[in-house]
């Protein structure tokens, strides 16, 4: 039975996130040095070989398309961006550390929002349906392998929702410009909504 292949790949590295803010919605270009580690990998290892790559609208990961799929222009779609942490945006967990909401939205509570910001859960039915689109989308296309560039958040929540082994989010951590390759196949997937994560990227 013909199965279909996504790889989630997490864009390269920005200055904001090595001093810890979260950066959601605010919309940087890649540092140099992220720009730089991203032409290493692609010359030192294998990405895979694809005719379709979707990203998320924002720059670092559009930006990273265009370092590692340089021939294709990727399908930009807004619903894979990373969560809108509101008026937390920017700030680090310790300037953070004594707002209660914040405490409870980071032990997982699907009800807390950041102010003006999106909540917990909120952000997973967001990003699910648009992958269950995307997976339904290159079913009925017949594409068999693809790419997605987005954030780490989005990789990490996807991955603890369909993924096979299952793992907590945190589990699916991975380095800049790099991420998982998945499996789907459609007996499966209309079964359980379920995919093989079954090797990493680069290769």
């Not at 910001?117 to 989308?137: K, P, T, W, Y």
Request: proline share 5%; hydrophobic share 35%.
């Amino acid at each position: 039975m013909k199965s279909y292949v996504i790889h989630l790949i997490r864009h390269g590295a920005i200055d904001e996130t090595l001093t810890g803010k979260y950066i959601g919605t605010t919309d940087p270009e890649l540092s140099d040095k992220g720009r730089l580690a991203l032409k290493k990998l692609k010359h030192d290892m294998e990405y895979p070989d694809v005719k379709v790559v979707f990203s998320s609208p924002l720059k670092r990961c559009t930006e990273t398309c265009k370092i590692l799929f340089p021939n294709i222009n990727p399908l930009v779609i807004a619903n894979l961006s990373e969560c809108n942490f509101g008026e937390w945006e920017g700030r680090t967990a310790d300037e953070l550390k004594d707002d209660e909401d914040f405490q409870k939205w980071l032990a997982g509570d699907n009800c807390v929002k950041p102010p003006r910001g999106e909540s917990n859960s909120d952000f997973v039915r967001r990003i699910c349906l648009m992958f269950e689109s995307i997976a339904e989308g290159l079913m009925k296309t017949g594409n068999t392998e693809s790419a997605i560039i987005t954030h780490g958040g989005v990789i990490m929540t996807l991955l603890s929702v369909y993924g096979l082994p299952q793992a907590k989010p945190f589990e699916w951590a991975m380095d800049n410009g790099c991420g998982y390759s998945i499996r789907i196949t459609p007996m499966l997937w209309q079964r359980g909504k379920v995919a093989e994560v079954f090797q990493k990227v680069p290769f």
